[in-house]
């Protein structure tokens, strides 16, 4: 839960300062999709903006997170010592990370 918080909160703030800055710069009016005018009002293009940049913004801490990762978080066993299968080179080493 507490990871969750880490990369959405940022990434809401984020999203909303992203949408500042783009529909500040763009009108949604003035959007066009594939060519065509988005057919949608303009609360309907500020909505869908923001959950695109929040959702880009949660990526990207996520991405974040994943890397800050220890190596004995990547490299830990997550089955206990006894419920390793035979032949496991962790299962008789009283040193591997459990």
């Known amino acids: 839960m507490r990871k969750a918080i880490w990369i959405l909160w940022p990434a809401f703030i984020v999203g909303g300062l ?3 800055l783009f529909f500040t710069l763009f009108d949604p009016m003035d959007l066009h999709l ?3 005018p988005v057919g949608l009002s303009r609360v309907a293009v500020y909505s869908i903006g923001f959950f695109l ?5 949660a990526a990207s801490s996520a ?3 994943f890397l800050q990762r220890a190596a004995d978080e990547i490299n830990r066993c997550p089955l206990p010592v006894a419920g390793r299968p035979p032949g496991c080179p962790k299962r008789d080493d009283p040193n591997a990370a459990c």
């Open 18 to 20: 992203a949408e500042t």
């Open 34 to 36: 594939f060519g065509e």
């Open 53 to 57: 940049f929040w959702a880009i913004a």
């Open 63 to 65: 991405f974040t997170c």
